[in-house]
């Protein structure tokens, strides 16, 4: 039988996480046979991914109206549901994860801390170690968002023990201090004789969002021939970083009691842009310890569209020059990562609010 492409991904060193996560994948099998068909060795959730499953389906109904009985808090109805959904993935990825050349890097599965605490550092750290407790798998990750205030929770959480996918990343710079924070927090963890060789962490950096954002300023400025090139020009410069800062000596210390480096994970990986292959993203990132989180539909479209390859460190000077033309030409990326920041905390709000309504009106039926 033929390799699927998406499988073959791995040969280049990347991992393929699904971006997608409901009852119906895990109970079904489908979750499992993607596991052994396509390669996918890890699942990432957020709140819009959570409020399509509940809203879409009858299959949380009930539960909510049980757990409902006993709690008029709809935030902790919606998280007993995810925490519920979250234990059973992390079982099915249990084999993956405990494989002995596995362990530390893949077979997670990713919960996110409300988005309502993207800019309370207290707040989130708290709910972090909260849901941390309550999912109590190895492979598990929590997600916190890369924002200024997060950076804080992510070393807290990190010299906690607790496994963190950074997510909405998409400035050099915040990537940069999300690394820094988590070596920090293995150095408290070593200062303090704990363990670290068994943390793990992602920094999820998006991507399409980038282009979305850009491209019709590169319309303005005479730049057109760039369009869909910012974001992987980016995420290039990304790669810079952090095989600069995993192979500094400062890390080699932490290396040398069992850490394993945060690893770069791209993320929003579909394509916006009609004009553009559905697997633009997904091809054009292809490298060695990294991680790729799909939604369905592109790794439905890989399987017969994608061509795996090794690309990630090809023509850097490219993308060196591609950022050097944006800041020629006055486009401030520092500024419109920002916003992207910003609108994508707001993004995961909406659906956030939306999923609490829709628990709350299925407690009133």
């Known amino acids: 039988m033929e390799t699927s492409k998406v499988k073959s991904i791995h040969d280049f060193g990347q991992s393929?996480?699904?971006?997608?996560?409901?009852?119906?994948?895990?109970k079904s099998g489908k979750l499992q046979e993607l596991i052994d068909k396509d390669g996918v060795r890890g699942v990432t959730s957020n709140p819009a991914i959570f409020e399509k499953a509940i809203s879409s389906s009858?299959?949380?109904?009930?539960?909510?109206?049980?757990?409902?009985e006993h709690t008029q808090d709809f935030e902790d109805v919606f998280y007993q549901l995810a925490v519920s959904d979250i234990q059973k993935a992390a079982d099915v990825f249990k084999l993956l994860y405990n494989q002995e050349e596995v362990r530390g890097a893949d077979g997670y599965v990713s919960l996110e801390v409300?988005?309502?605490?993207?800019?309370?550092?207290?707040?989130?750290?708290?709910?972090?170690?909260?849901l941390w407790k309550k999912v109590d798998r190895h492979n598990v990750m929590i997600k916190i968002?890369?924002?200024?205030?997060?950076?804080?929770?992510?070393?807290?959480?990190?010299?906690?023990?607790?496994?963190?996918?950074?997510?909405?990343?998409?400035?050099?710079?915040?990537?940069?201090?999300?690394?820094?924070?988590?070596?920090?927090?293995?150095?408290?963890?070593?200062?303090?004789?704990?363990?670290?060789a068994d943390i793990a962490s992602v920094a999820s950096f998006f991507l399409s969002r980038i282009d979305v954002m850009v491209d019709p300023i590169l319309d303005e400025k005479g730049l057109g021939d760039l369009k869909g090139e910012v974001a992987i020009a980016s995420a290039k410069k990304a790669y810079e970083i952090y095989l600069e800062v995993f192979s500094s000596e400062r890390w080699k210390k932490l290396e040398a009691e069992g850490a394993k480096p945060q690893r770069l994970l791209w993320a929003s990986t579909s394509s916006k842009n009609p004009a553009f292959k559905s697997t633009k993203y997904v091809d054009a990132l292809i490298g060695k310890n990294t991680v790729d989180t799909v939604p369905m539909e592109t790794l439905e479209a890989y399987r017969t569209e994608g061509e795996p390859a090794d690309r990630l460190t090809e023509d850097l000077d490219t993308a060196t020059e591609i950022l050097e033309k944006l800041k020629t030409a006055g486009i401030n990326l520092d500024e419109i990562t920002q916003k992207l920041e910003d609108e994508g905390v707001e993004k995961f709000i909406a659906p956030y609010d939306k999923l609490l309504k829709a628990i709350e009106d299925q407690t009133k039926k």
């Open 16 to 26: 393929i996480w699904l971006d997608f996560i409901d009852r119906d994948i895990i």
């Open 58 to 68: 009858s299959d949380y109904d009930a539960d909510i109206l049980r757990i409902a």
């Open 114 to 130: 409300s988005p309502r605490l993207a800019m309370d550092t207290e707040g989130t750290f708290e709910q972090a170690v909260d």
């Open 145 to 196: 968002p890369g924002t200024q205030p997060g950076l804080e929770a992510i070393r807290r959480a990190i010299a906690a023990g607790i496994n963190i996918n950074v997510t909405l990343l998409f400035g050099l710079e915040r990537y940069r201090a999300v690394a820094e924070a988590y070596i920090a927090g293995l150095e408290e963890r070593l200062e303090k004789d704990q363990p670290i």
